[in-house]
């Protein structure tokens, strides 16, 4: 029988998804700039990778994919 594997989300944190086989790992940030710059690093090293956003206790927000011009604010 398999496990359930549960994740809870935490308001107020930057989650972003590493697609890989057979897994995907989600990692999270507490701050907008170290998510887009982990986001960004993974980017430049070819990763396939989805950014979800900030969760707001029911949905994510800031769905828009970080951009370099985003990393320099």
Known sequence: ????K??????GKY???IKSIPNDIKLHRLSKAEA???FLKYKAVKKRIEWLGVWNGKKFEE???PTES???D
Request: hydrophobic share 35%; aromatic share 18%.
């Open 1 to 4: 029988m398999r496990q359930k």
């Open 6 to 11: 549960s994740f809870n989300y935490e308001t």
């Open 15 to 17: 989650y972003f998804v």
């Open 36 to 38: 887009v710059d982990s």
């Open 63 to 65: 769905k828009t994919e």
């Open 70 to 72: 985003i990393a320099a």
